[in-house]
C-alpha cells in the first residue's frame, strides 16, 4: 500500500521569508496530491493539489510541485505571513480498484512577525 | 448551507461500551470518509464510502464499523470501545465517485475520550 512521509515535522521561518515542506510516496500508481491546512482546533482545508500530469502548480503565494520519477512532491509558500502558521498535511490518493489515501504525518510551520 | 456536520463535537466513554459518531451533508457528494487524527501521526483513514450503498475499508479499520444507508448520512460505529479509540475524528466528503481524486471537505471533528 502506499506509504507518505512529510519532512520537516517542524518547521519556524521568520515572516516574509520562504518555507518548502516535502512529502515522498511508495506508490508509483498514485495520481492525485493534495496539500491541506489544518489552523489550531480547526478542521483541515485544502490549500492547493495537483494531478500526476502537471509537474508544478501555483496559486498567489502557494505553489506545489510533483517530479513522479522520484516519487516526491512539494509545498512551497513564499512571503510567508502570521497567518500561514498552521500544520500542512501532504496525501496521496490511489486510482479506483484500490481506494484509499493517505496523509503524510503534518509539518508545524510557525511564521515569526 | 451547512456542509458537513458531526454529532456529538466531544464525549466522554466508559471502555466497552457501544458509541455512534454521526456525520451529515447536504452537498449531494457521492463519497464520504471516517479518518482519526492522533497527535504526531496525522489523518488515517478508517473507512469510506464511494457512494450510497457502498463501503470500504481504509488503513486502520478494525474495531470501527461504518454504513451508508443513503446520500447524506455516513455514521461510524465503535461496537465496544477501547481507550486506544481516544482521538479526534473527522468526517469528510467529496463529489467523485469510483476514486478519492476529489477535494475532501471536512466536518468540525468530534472529540472522543475512551477511559
Known amino acids: 500500500g502506499e506509504n507518505v512521509e512529510q519532512h520537516p515535522s517542524t518547521l519556524s521561518v521568520q515572516e516574509g521569508d520562504s518555507a518548502v515542506i516535502k512529502c515522498t510516496y511508495s506508490?508509483?500508481?498514485?495520481?492525485?496530491f493534495p496539500w491541506y491546512k489544518q489552523e489550531l482546533g480547526k478542521r483541515p482545508q485544502l490549500i492547493i493539489d495537483?494531478?500526476?500530469?502537471?509537474g508544478e502548480k501555483k496559486d498567489q503565494r502557494i505553489a506545489v510541485t510533483l517530479n513522479k520519477t522520484a516519487k516526491h512532491f512539494s509545498l512551497h509558500i513564499t512571503e510567508t505571513q502570521p497567518e500561514d502558521s498552521a500544520v500542512y498535511f501532504c496525501?496521496?490518493?490511489?486510482?479506483?480498484?484500490?481506494?484509499?489515501?493517505?496523509f503524510g504525518a503534518g509539518t508545524r510551520l510557525t511564521v515569526k512577525p | 448551507i451547512a456542509g458537513i456536520t458531526q454529532a456529538p463535537t466531544s464525549q466522554i466513554l466508559a471502555a466497552g461500551r457501544r458509541m455512534t459518531l454521526r456525520c451529515t451533508q447536504d452537498?449531494?457528494?457521492?463519497?464520504m470518509y471516517w479518518y482519526r487524527q492522533d497527535l504526531g501521526l496525522g489523518l488515517r483513514l478508517i473507512h469510506y464510502?464511494?457512494?450510497?450503498?457502498?463501503?470500504g475499508k481504509g488503513e486502520v479499520p478494525d474495531g470501527y464499523s461504518v454504513s451508508r444507508a443513503n446520500t447524506d448520512d455516513f455514521p461510524l460505529t465503535l461496537a465496544s470501545a477501547v481507550p486506544s479509540q481516544t482521538s479526534v475524528y473527522f468526517c469528510?466528503?467529496?463529489?467523485?465517485?469510483?476514486?478519492?481524486?476529489?477535494?475532501?471537505?471536512f466536518g468540525p471533528g468530534t472529540r472522543l475520550t475512551v477511559l
Open positions: 464510502s464511494n457512494t450510497a450503498g457502498t463501503t
Open positions: 452537498m449531494r457528494h457521492n463519497a
Open positions: 506508490d508509483s500508481a498514485s495520481n492525485y
Open positions: 496525501a496521496a490518493s490511489i486510482p479506483p480498484g484500490n481506494n484509499d489515501m493517505r
Open positions: 469528510a466528503s467529496s463529489e467523485g465517485t469510483g476514486g478519492f481524486r476529489d477535494e475532501q471537505f
Open positions: 495537483i494531478r500526476s500530469n502537471v
